[in-house]
């Protein structure tokens, strides 16, 4: 079917039963896929992460979504995790075309049709993935719902940097110089090279020092800043997207209160037009609300549930009506 992967389980509090795959995308990029399922699942979460993650990251995530009842798929998208990297250097974050991602998404959906893993799908797009879920569902992917953390509907920079920042991001590459870092970022990974006092991730010091200890133990899945030409490709994917119409799939979108990484009035513009979604602001949460507290943790997680159970239900009653 497809050829095993690792899945190192070592690093995460994972449900029993997982395993991974290597895929191969359309154009012959190599990414890898974990998957855990329980027997007699409801349903199933494809969950998209952002940049920088990889699989093993939401191993806990998957805990808990099997104790309830829903298998779970994670990607690691080309240029990260155990996927192919796409430079020399493979600390640094890139991609040719943002639109490349959908490549990888295509790749692991086929597979979990090949996989039979249960209907209904449910989607899940963090911080990068929001940007690549979001475009996925308003062409049509065949989903129930979709659930976004921390979207990267937007990059957050000030008013005063921004149009230095658009205008560095398109001419750089235009000049071969795409492979540089922009300024303010570092090719190190940021959990390796920060303390968790004054972190943008979350307010948890246990789970930031998982992401640490996950690095330690696996130091070829880290990644560091990224690209001019991925910082071109997604502005141009941000702007792009916020053109167009939302589609009318139920949507559950959570944002930390203390969220400083992406633009967090262009997700309150977007669910503001989103025909079945709602936002949750959520007090004392940075950037990964999965990664919080267990308190804030449980709380997304029953609000996701809640509508997995709500749009099945649906589903249910428009096919049998």
């Keep these: 079917m497809f050829d095993p992967a690792p899945l190192h389980l070592d690093m995460t509090d994972a449900p029993d039963g997982g395993a991974a795959h290597w895929l191969q995308a359309d154009d012959g990029v190599r990414i890898r896929i974990g998957h855990w399922a329980p027997e007699g699942a409801k349903g199933t979460l494809i969950l998209c992460p952002g940049r920088t993650e990889f699989v093993e990251k939401y191993g806990h995530v998957a805990k808990a979504l099997h104790q309830e009842g829903y298998a779970t798929l994670v990607i690691d998208w080309r240029g990260q995790g155990l996927a192919d990297r796409l430079l020399d250097n ?77 205008a560095l991001a398109l001419a750089a590459p235009a000049v071969g110089l795409g492979q540089m870092l922009p300024p303010g970022t570092k090719i190190d990974n940021y959990v390796q090279t920060n303390p968790f006092e004054g972190n943008v991730l979350t307010s948890d010091p246990d789970m930031y ?113």
Excluded: N
């Excluded at 940007?131 to 659930?147: P, T």
């Excluded at 949460?285 to 239900?313: C, K, N, W, Y």
């Design 90 to 166: 493979p600390l640094m974050g890139h991609v040719h075309r943002f639109t490349d991602f959908q490549r990888d998404l295509q790749a692991a959906l086929s597979a979990a049709q090949t996989l039979d893993l249960p209907r209904p799908w449910h989607i899940l797009g963090h911080s990068m993935g929001g940007a690549i879920v979001l475009r996925a569902v308003m062409e049509g992917l065949d989903v129930q719902s979709c659930v976004f953390t921390g979207p990267m509907f937007g990059i957050y920079m000030s008013p005063a940097l921004r149009p230095v920042g658009w």
């Design 209 to 321: 020092r998982l992401m640490q200890a996950q690095l330690e133990a696996r130091p070829d899945m880290a990644l560091g800043g990224p690209s001019l030409v991925w910082l071109r490709e997604a502005l141009c994917e941000a702007r792009d997207l916020s053109r167009r119409p939302s589609p009318a799939l139920p949507c559950l979108t959570f944002i930390g209160r203390e969220e400083k990484i992406i633009d967090t009035q262009k997700v309150h513009d977007r669910m503001a037009v989103w025909p079945d979604g709602e936002i949750r602001v959520v007090d004392g949460a940075e950037h990964e609300v999965l990664m919080e507290t267990p308190e804030i943790r449980a709380r997304v997680l029953a609000e996701m549930i809640a509508l997995f159970e709500r749009s099945g239900d649906r589903a249910t009653m428009t096919q049998t009506a």
